[in-house]
C-alpha cells in the first residue's frame, strides 16, 4: 500500500524532498497535496510536480483526510507552530531538521505527537543513507576497535542567502549545518550524552553564529570535534579514529556517497533525480522517506535510529553550544 504525502511548503527543500519520493516506486509512495503560503507557488509546484491537490492554506492541507503523513519543509521558526497543527489534526509529521528553536519547543512537540498519537520523525536524512548504514554496521561489529575520537566539520559560502544570516528566519551556522556534525557524532557514541560540551564561534551583526567549533568529551576518554561555518567552503570529511583502525567520509559528510575504511573506498551512488536538484545528493532523502513508511506499516509512532531522545539530546546539546557562544532567539524567551 502506497503512503500518502502532503508536502508543506513549496520551497527549494520540498522541492527536492518530491523528486526524492519520485525515485521510490510508486506503489510505496505517493505525494497527493501540497500547501504554501503563496497559493500561485504552490499551484505552479502542483503542476511541475505532478500533485493532484492543492491546499491555499496549511489548515486546509491539515484536514485533508487522503494524508497519511505530512513532510514539513518549512524554515526553522515555523516547525513548531506548524507540526502542532498537523499533529493536533492527527496527521503523522517528518519534519525537517532542525525539529524546532530550541530544546522547549522540541519537548513541545514531542508532547503533542505523544497526546495525538501519532508518529514524528525529526528530518536527519543523514542518518538512512547506506553509507551512515554502514559505518553503524562497523561499528558494531568493533571493526576498528575502541573509539576514541570522531572529527566532523560542514563548511559552506551561504552568508548571502538571507535565511542563513536573519535571526528572525532562525539563521546561523550551527542550526542549519552544524546539526549535521553533531548528529554525526551522536550517531558514532551510540546516542551517548557527553561529559562535557565546549563550543567557542564569531558572531555576525545580526546576532547568530558565523561559525563555531564544539569539542565534546563522552565517558571512558572518548572525545569529538565538531566545526562549522557558513562563511567558508570546508573539506566537509568526518573521520572516526579507533584503536584499531579509521572510518572517514572523504567529502559531504551530510550526505555521504562514498566511505573509507582503513584505506578502502567504496562508493554508495544516490538515485539520479528526474528533474534538476536545488541541493547536493539530494535524492538521499528517499532513504529517510522509506524510513518513514516502514516505521508506519509497523504501526510505530518513532524511529529507532532517530528516536525522540535522539532529537531531544540534539536540542540540548546545540542550546548549550549557543549559550556559549551567545547566539539567543526571540523563541528562546518565550
Not at 307 to 324: G, N, P, W
Request: hydrophobic share 40%.
Amino acid at each position: 500500500m502506497a503512503i500518502r504525502w502532503g508536502i508543506c511548503s513549496a520551497g527549494k527543500i520540498s522541492h527536492d524532498f518530491t523528486v526524492a519520493l519520485k525515485s521510490l516506486p510508486p506503489e510505496h509512495h505517493q505525494v497527493v497535496a501540497v500547501a504554501a503560503r503563496d497559493q500561485k507557488r504552490a499551484h505552479e509546484f502542483a503542476q511541475k510536480h505532478s500533485i493532484p491537490r492543492v491546499h491555499g492554506s496549511y489548515e486546509d492541507l491539515a484536514k485533508d483526510p487522503e494524508i497519511d503523513v505530512v513532510y514539513v519543509g518549512s524554515i526553522h521558526p515555523q516547525h513548531l507552530p506548524l507540526g502542532v497543527l498537523f499533529m493536533n489534526a492527527k496527521k503523522n509529521i517528518l519534519c525537517e531538521k532542525p525539529l524546532a528553536m530550541n530544546l522547549k519547543e522540541v519537548q513541545e512537540l514531542l508532547r503533542t505527537a505523544k497526546k495525538n498519537d501519532v508518529f514524528l520523525m525529526e528530518a536527519i536524512w543523514t542518518r538512512f543513507f547506506p553509507v551512515s548504514m554502514e559505518i553503524s554496521r562497523l561499528l558494531s561489529q568493533n571493526e576498528v576497535g575502541e573509539l576514541k575520537m570522531v572529527r566532523a566539520e560542514f563548511g559552506v559560502p551561504i552568508m548571502h542567502v538571507v535565511r542563513s544570516s536573519q535571526k528572525e528566519l532562525g539563521g546561523g551556522a550551527l542550526l542549519d549545518i552544524g546539526i549535521y556534525c553533531l548528529q554525526f557524532v551522536l550517531m558514532v557514541y551510540n546516542g551517548e550524552k557527553p561529559e562535557c560540551v565546549q563550543a567557542t564561534g564569531v558572531c555576525l551583526e545580526t546576532g547568530v553564529d558565523e561559525g563555531m567549533i564544539i569539542t565534546l568529551k563522552f565517558s571512558g576518554h572518548r572525545m569529538a570535534v565538531c566545526t562549522c561555518t557558513i562563511a567558508v567552503e570546508l573539506p566537509n570529511e568526518a573521520i572516526i579514529v579507533g584503536s584499531k583502525g579509521t572510518i572517514k567520509i572523504p567529502a559531504h559528510m551530510w550526505c555521504p556517497t562514498s566511505l573509507i575504511v582503513n584505506g578502502v573506498e567504496t562508493l554508495y551512488p544516490v538515485p539520479e533525480p528526474y528533474l534538476p536538484l536545488n541541493f547536493l545528493n539530494s535524492t538521499g532523502m528517499c532513504y529517510e522517506a522509506e524510513e518513514v513508511r516502514q516505521c508506519l506499516l509497523k504501526g510505530l509512532k518513532e524511529s529507532s535510529r532517530m528516536s525522540h531522545t535522539d532529537s531531544a539530546l540534539l536540542a540540548e546539546i546545540m542550546d548549550e553550544c549557543r549559550r556559549q557562544v551567545g547566539v539567543v532567539y526571540s523563541q528562546d524567551s518565550q
